[in-house]
């Protein structure tokens, strides 16, 4: 490792020891960065590593509301407005009980090079809220929505300051969150995406992310003169990203044979076809169901409790679209042995470092979040640009410009690495291309 990366990577080990998940993606993104930082003087001499690492602004707030017994309920709420250096600050909000700086802070960091990578100007940012979603009713969380953003419109703006959503932020709670910020703000300015079509959003927005990271397997797997035709898969996660995931593989021949949430995993062998895929979304989108109904719905499909998907069956391709960490190096072992030669991120950071290991050393074309499910923030990205101009753009547009920007993000990874030396490594060069790109900017924009 290059003498200046450890350095600032010891650095942020001795500040933030307890924020575990914001030093592991540092790690990543700053070791790939040591092929960079030996060859390039400039970035130590400005000191970008260390300026890179540390957000711009950390706003943290209370977030008070009544639940449905009329007692007083207290969350915790976040944004971290990480870097602005290309353009305004954009990334997701998550509201799960897991929530808290140093998830948020990996989140907003991976997203400055995730952001970047897209080719479109938009800063780094991520927020949220310990608040769960789960088991509360519709009026609850329009309660919650309403307090959160009482706080943070101070902080945001459709020039400034983009929020998404996320883990626990759909449709619903982007509906909410709007309609508080144009209450408080005086505003009909959009500021958030993933709006719904009659107030803002953009077309293939819900279907971005999934489709995106499908979109970036393809261009992985035609390295080797392959696709998805005849293709076993498995999707983790039954929310956004793991359902467009599985309308993507089918459409392009794969077979997907599972999901799951946090309780377990339903395995069907015969493949999740377009009409068990409405059963899917049904169930989570609107009844707010578990993935194990499935199973008493389509009797031949089995459900494992408190297991993941990885390792259960044969398959040849993986979309980890759940959550960070969701796979270990024993997982990833086990989906090399049953043949596994493919996996795309739909989630952000999903795969532990030993998982990552395990992939490179066997060859595994291995799409990293920040690349595989930029089409998500992509496709956010057009939907600024369709509120700027006051128009929308055709489904067809909107899909062919998503599938334009995750081949260009595969190019831009795959010919960052071989310019450093490691060829097929799309972690150093998705890591590489979108870091160069921020911290040319900040080198011109002066301290
Ligand atoms: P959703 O809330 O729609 O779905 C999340 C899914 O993951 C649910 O099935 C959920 O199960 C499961 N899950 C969440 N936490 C855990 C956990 N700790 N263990 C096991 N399963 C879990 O979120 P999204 O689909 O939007 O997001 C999924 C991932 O994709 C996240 O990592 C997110 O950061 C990433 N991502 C999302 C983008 C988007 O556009 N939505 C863009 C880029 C990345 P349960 O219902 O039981 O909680």
Request: glycine fraction near 12%; proline fraction near 3%; charged fraction near 25%.
């Amino acid at each position: 490792m290059n003498s200046y990366v450890s350095r600032v990577l010891d650095g942020l080990n001795k500040t933030y020891p307890w924020e575990k998940e914001f030093l592991q993606a540092a790690k990543e993104v700053l070791e790939s960065l040591s092929l960079v930082m030996a060859r390039e003087k400039k970035y130590e001499k400005h000191r970008i590593l260390e300026r890179i690492t540390e957000p711009e602004r950390l706003i943290s707030f209370k977030v008070v509301w009544v639940d449905d017994k009329g007692e007083v309920q207290i969350n915790r709420g976040y944004r971290i407005q990480f870097n602005s250096a290309i353009g305004p600050y954009k990334g997701g909000l998550r509201f799960h009980p897991s929530v808290n700086q140093g998830i948020l802070k990996f989140l907003g960091f991976e997203q400055i090079f995730k952001n970047s990578l897209t080719g479109l100007p938009m800063g780094g940012a991520k927020g949220g809220s310990n608040f769960d979603p789960k088991g509360k009713s519709d009026n609850e969380v329009q309660r919650f929505c309403q307090s959160f953003m009482t706080e943070l419109f101070r902080h945001i703006g459709p020039d400034t300051d983009v929020p998404a959503g996320d883990i626990g932020v759909g449709g619903r709670e982007i509906g909410f969150l709007e309609g508080q910020y144009k209450r408080l703000a005086i505003s009909n300015g959009c500021v958030l995406t993933g709006k719904g079509l009659n107030w803002g959003g953009s077309l293939i927005r819900p279907e971005a992310t999934g489709y995106g990271s499908t979109y970036f397997a393809e261009e992985m797997l035609k390295t080797r003169k392959d696709g998805f035709k005849g293709k076993t898969v498995l999707v983790s996660g039954s929310g956004n990203v793991a359902q467009y995931t599985i309308e993507k593989v089918t459409q392009l021949g794969g077979k997907v044979v599972s999901a799951s949430d946090s309780n377990g995993t339903i395995i069907d062998k015969d493949g999740i076809d377009a009409e068990k895929l409405n059963y899917i979304m049904e169930l989570k989108n609107v009844h707010r169901g578990r993935i194990s109904e499935y199973a008493k719905k389509f009797k031949k499909a089995d459900y494992i409790e408190g297991k993941k998907p990885w390792g259960l069956v044969k398959a040849e391709v993986a979309f980890p679209s759940a959550t960070q960490n969701e796979i270990n190096g024993d997982d990833a072992k086990a989906l090399v042995k049953n043949g596994c030669i493919c996996v795309s991120e739909g989630a952000n950071m999903p795969s532990t470092p030993e998982a990552v290991d395990v992939f490179l050393a066997n060859k595994v074309l291995y799409g990293p979040g920040k690349a595989a499910n930029a089409g998500g923030v992509a496709t956010s990205g057009l939907e600024m640009s369709q509120n700027s101009m006051r128009l929308r753009w055709e489904k067809d547009e909107v899909d062919s410009r998503l599938h334009q920007i995750m081949i260009n993000i595969h190019k831009a990874a795959a010919e960052a690495a071989e310019e450093y030396g490691t060829p097929g490594n799309y972690v150093n060069g998705a890591n590489i291309a979108g870091f160069k790109k921020v911290a040319d900017a900040m080198i011109d924009l002066g301290l």
